[in-house]
């Protein structure tokens, strides 16, 4: 009860509720597709976010070395590149299905959600899928040459088989698509009724 004399405070929204409505902007429904795909992705994420405390580690170490002792290693500096260009790639699908990735919203931010979904509908199919194809077909062969020649770093005592890392840019892609895939059917589920919506106590507990 409210105390006699107070003034009824204002409903302030908390501020994680600020930030959900930040960066969600359109509460699509999921479907048993995006529901599947979507708990692999975040596997994958929460799995590969530990590799930026192995990337810290890496950086404190190198630093010590060369401050402390005169001794600094390429394989080091390389190897700092390599983690953060695999933790980035691979984040990049789990940040999508999140929906945490940064927007410029003018327009956007006013639109009733199936206008939301509408623009999400026509982006995918004319923009952001064409572009993640464009990228897999010159990514392959990127790949494919330096698996061919057994590639290697040219600074003296670098890091061997440069093609690891070449090929984490076909699979960050391969899961951007997938994901991407994800996110359509639940734009097509919720402006056309397939594939099924789930109901919203299983989008609550699969997404």
Request: overall charge neutral; hydrophobic content about 50%; proline content about 5%.
């Amino acid at each position: 009860m409210m105390k006699s004399g107070t003034t009824p405070q204002p409903n302030i929204p908390e501020e994680h509720d600020l930030l959900h409505e930040l960066v969600h902007h359109a509460e699509l429904p999921h479907t048993a597709f995006s529901t599947r795909i979507d708990r692999v992705i975040r596997a994958i994420g929460a799995s590969i976010s530990w590799i930026w405390l192995l990337l810290v580690a890496i950086i404190i170490t190198n630093v010590s070395m060369r401050y402390l002792f005169g001794e600094g290693r390429i394989e080091f500096e390389e190897i700092q590149w390599h983690l953060y260009s695999i933790g980035f790639l691979l984040g990049l699908s789990y940040c999508m299905e999140s929906d945490d990735h940064v927007r410029v919203d003018v327009l956007y931010e006013r639109f009733s959600l199936r206008t939301k979904a509408w623009v999400e509908l026509f982006g995918t199919l004319f923009l952001l899928l064409p572009f993640l194809l464009l990228l897999l077909r010159y990514s392959v062969p990127f790949f494919s040459y330096a698996w061919s020649i057994n590639e290697v770093s040219d600074a003296p005592g670098g890091l061997p088989a440069r093609w690891v890392i070449k090929s984490f840019l076909i699979i960050g892609v391969i899961l951007l698509i997938v994901i991407t895939c994800s996110r359509l059917s639940r734009v097509t589920a919720y402006l056309f009724g397939r594939p099924a919506a789930l109901p919203a106590a299983s989008n609550k507990t699969g997404g």
